[in-house]
């Protein structure tokens, strides 16, 4: 029987243990030898990517390769979809670099001659993981994901920089970057912020590809059920925000806004980020908390998720820079209206439709002066569900990825 072709996927990240250090360990985890563990939630961006792929087509095996600063050696699972997800040991450098010998000599030379992979990577640069991964298994094929804004040496070298070091960090970046985007087949991009900047380092096949959303899921239900069943209160203005909690994402910006706005409202915040982070935000929202406008709801399920964006009146969305965001499409695939910063696919698509309030990145009068409009009366149009379904559903996202593949070995399309 021939061996079918292999989509590796790979993350330059090693699982964020930090953040969940609160949360229960994932269903899958090992223990380690110096009494600590590592483990699979299995939902991150390549694993779900790896899943969708493989609902619509049996032409290809996929694997998810993560590094993890905590494993003592390679620990695989499979999936029930046949997926495989492996940890490889990996170190920190002094420079920031995350590298892993093993996962750059795990498939063997007879191997690599006898059968085709395609390597499915994300950039943040070429370096580390990266690099060694196109270094080790150069001859095969290469996908580069943009999953967030394409920024690119060019976009820092020309910028003033009091720090000489740095000047000629990102130089030597632009160089590396060269060389190593030549091995690159094809590439997929969400928004088109600096796309002209790629066309100095890059003169492949582009396409232009957001994460995606279970559109089965992710829809209209009943809102007051959604309350109900949330404890929400039935006759408040509720704004929700879904978002990993950090300094990009700009909630304590939000938080200061809506410490001024005296309308009766409940802004709800799901997601987490580091215990400080998390303790310097509730800090900032005293007042709030005090008079019951803000509720933190900590890390949620997609399961959950589907209550919470139907419980609510705004989506808001507030992040410095963003690919898509994920978040806003499901806010969006359960028809709630969205306030957000004008960076990412979801703020063009939204602009082009001319539907939500897109507003500036640090534009923070502009914040206020929004949200004072929207709970005076001033309404916010949504997204029409088809508009949304032909952009995010999963199905969609698939096919044009497995498209890809397939173009790349010279398959059928």
């Known amino acids: 029987m021939k061996e ?8 330059n990240h090693p699982p964020a243990y930090e953040e969940y250090s609160d949360k229960p360990r994932p269903f899958v985890n090992w223990d380690t030898p110096d009494g600590k563990w590592v483990g699979i939630w299995g939902y991150d961006w390549a694993d779900q990517i790896a899943n969708e792929c493989l609902k ?21 699972y499979t999936f029930a979809n046949g997926l495989i ?9 002094e420079n920031g670099e995350i590298v892993s010998q093993l996962m750059n000599l795990f498939i063997s030379k007879e191997n690599l001659m006898r059968n ?19 270094d080790s298994y150069k001859d095969q094929k290469f996908i580069m994901t943009f999953h967030s ?3 690119l040496p060019l976009n820092y070298i020309f910028k003033f920089q009091k720090n000489f070091f740095k000047k000629v960090h ?3 970046n632009h160089f590396d970057a060269k060389k190593y985007f030549r091995y690159i087949n094809h590439i997929t991009y969400q928004n088109d912020k600096n796309l002209k900047t790629l066309a100095n380092y890059y003169n492949g096949p582009l396409t232009r590809i957001t994460m995606g959303v279970d559109i089965n899921k992710f829809h209209k239900i009943d809102k007051d059920e959604s309350r109900k069943r949330l404890n929400i209160p039935l006759d408040k203005k509720i704004l929700l925000t879904v978002s990993r909690l950090n300094p990009l994402k700009q909630v304590d910006k939000l938080i200061d806004i809506l410490q001024k706005i005296d309308y009766d409202f409940l802004f709800v915040l799901v997601g987490h980020g580091t215990r400080e982070y998390e303790q310097f935000l509730k800090k900032k929202a005293e007042k709030l908390i005090n008079e019951n406008k803000i509720r933190f709801e900590g890390y949620k399920q997609s399961e959950e998720l589907i209550h919470y964006y139907n419980a609510a009146d705004l989506y808001l969305h507030v992040s410095r820079s ?3 965001s994920v978040s806003v499409m499901e806010a969006m695939a359960c028809g709630l209206p969205v306030f957000c910063t004008d960076t990412g696919n979801t703020a063009e698509v939204l602009k082009e439709n001319n539907a939500g309030v897109v507003v500036g990145i640090c534009d923070f009068k502009m914040w206020e ?11 916010v149009k949504t997204l029409d569900e088809i508009i949304v379904k032909r952009y995010y559903a999963w199905e969609n996202i698939a096919i044009k990825l497995v498209s890809i593949y397939n173009g790349l070995l010279g398959l059928k399309k």
């Open 4 to 11: 079918k072709i292999k989509i590796i996927h790979i993350m």
């Open 56 to 76: 619509i087509s049996s032409e290809f095996e996929h694997e998810v390769w993560q590094p993890d600063l905590r494993a003592d050696k390679i620990y695989s």
């Open 85 to 93: 997800h492996r940890l490889f040991p990996a170190v920190k450098k």
């Open 116 to 134: 085709k992979y395609i390597f499915h990577i994300a950039y943040p640069h070429f370096s580390g993981i990266n690099r060694g991964i196109i």
């Open 149 to 151: 804004e394409i920024y």
């Open 170 to 172: 990102y130089i030597k």
């Open 322 to 324: 963003e690919g898509g």
């Open 369 to 379: 002066d929004k949200l004072f409009g929207y709970f005076a009366g001033s309404p």
